[in-house]
Every structure is written in structure tokens, then in C-alpha cells.
């Protein structure tokens, strides 16, 4: 069986159950891909994996999708920064360097949807660094370079960070697990993920 999950620590977190869980009662080969959202749904049109778990947008109309869970979506920084514990206004956000991911990434694509909200971009930060590692970018913010935002439950992960919102903001996003739309994978789906993810 092929599957992938997002380049993003948040999915290690609750992935690696479900991979002992598989592996423990299935002798198949199991090919599992880390990358971008952006990548991980054109290897699902290319046929070379089965499904994906994405936590970025995807197109409907090519995908269908399993709703896995909702994380929250917070600002993180360190935790001796002005904006720990706080609500925010989006001009006092503006005035801080903004670490995010690469094009391509589902987390920036939210983080982008977010400040076009505000008629804002990332180019209207005082600066803006782009890494594509989370690991780096949580070191980064613990060693006070700037500010990012990520899931709720890699924020917890840490306890030198310190998580901030957007005044007025309540950002929620789903990790759904997708695939190619008529595809037949009820059975591969739940032979990962168990009965319970097909509801």
C-alpha cells in the first residue's frame, strides 16, 4: 500500500499509531512519502500513491476526502515575546518578521487565505523568511528570529513556545485523508485507518 502524509511534525504525532497498528496486522509493503501539499496531490494524479493525508486545499471536483480531524491554527512565538498569551491586532502582527513555509505548503496557503481576509500579504511584513522545515522554523521562533503559525497541537508540543491569535480570529483546519476521485479504496483505507474513519 502507498500513502503520504504533509511535510509537517503535526502529522507524525498522530500517524505513528496508526502505522504500528498497520504494520502489526498486515505483512504488505507500506511506502510512506513526506512533502508538500502542493506534491503529494500530483503523485496522487499520477497514479503513484493511493491516498494522501493533506492538510492543505484541494480540488473537489479531482479529489474525494475523509475527514481525519480539525487542528486549530495558532501564532506561535517565543515565550519571553510581547504577543505570548495575547490576542493581536493585524497591523501590531504586520510589524514582525513572519517565518513561514515553501509555495506549495498547505500551511502557508492557510496563512495566506488568512491575511488576504485582511486585504494583506506576506510581503507586507517587516520581513518574511521562508524555510521549509517546521523542525528549524520552531527553533528559529524559540530563539526569538520571528513569529509563525502552525497547529495547535505542534504549538503544545513545546513548552519554550508561546502561542498568540489574531484579534477577532479563530482559524480551525481539517487534515482530511484524499484521493483520487471514482477510485475504489475502501478497503486499503480502512485496512490504515480502521472502520472509524469511514464514519
Request: aromatic share 10%; hydrophobic share 40%; glycine share 8%.
Amino acid at each position: 500500500m502507498e500513502g503520504c502524509c504533509p511535510k509537517c511534525i503535526v502529522a507524525l504525532h498522530f500517524l505513528g499509531d496508526y502505522i504500528c497498528k498497520y504494520l502489526d496486522k498486515n505483512e504488505g509493503a507500506l511506502t510512506l512519502i513526506v512533502d508538500n501539499t502542493e506534491h503529494l496531490l500530483k503523485l496522487l494524479e499520477d497514479n503513484k500513491l493511493d491516498f494522501a493525508v493533506v492538510e492543505g486545499f484541494f480540488g473537489k471536483d479531482r479529489f474525494d476526502s475523509i475527514l481525519l480531524r480539525r487542528e486549530p491554527f495558532v501564532g506561535i512565538c517565543r515565550k519571553e515575546h510581547p504577543f505570548a498569551g495575547r490576542e493581536v491586532r493585524i497591523d501590531q502582527l504586520l510589524q514582525q518578521t513572519i517565518i513561514h513555509r515553501e509555495d506549495g505548503s498547505g500551511t502557508r496557503a492557510i496563512l495566506e487565505q488568512e491575511l488576504s481576509g485582511y486585504n494583506e500579504s506576506l510581503q507586507r511584513f517587516h520581513r518574511h523568511i521562508c524555510i521549509s522545515s517546521f523542525k528549524l522554523i520552531l527553533e528559529l521562533v524559540k530563539k526569538g528570529y520571528g513569529v509563525s503559525f502552525v497547529y495547535n497541537i505542534l504549538a503544545d508540543s513545546d513548552p519554550d513556545l508561546a502561542k498568540f491569535t489574531i484579534q477577532g480570529e479563530s482559524v480551525v483546519r481539517e487534515f482530511n485523508i484524499v484521493y483520487l476521485k471514482y477510485a475504489d479504496l475502501r478497503e486499503k483505507i480502512c485496512s490504515f485507518w480502521g472502520e472509524e474513519a469511514l464514519g
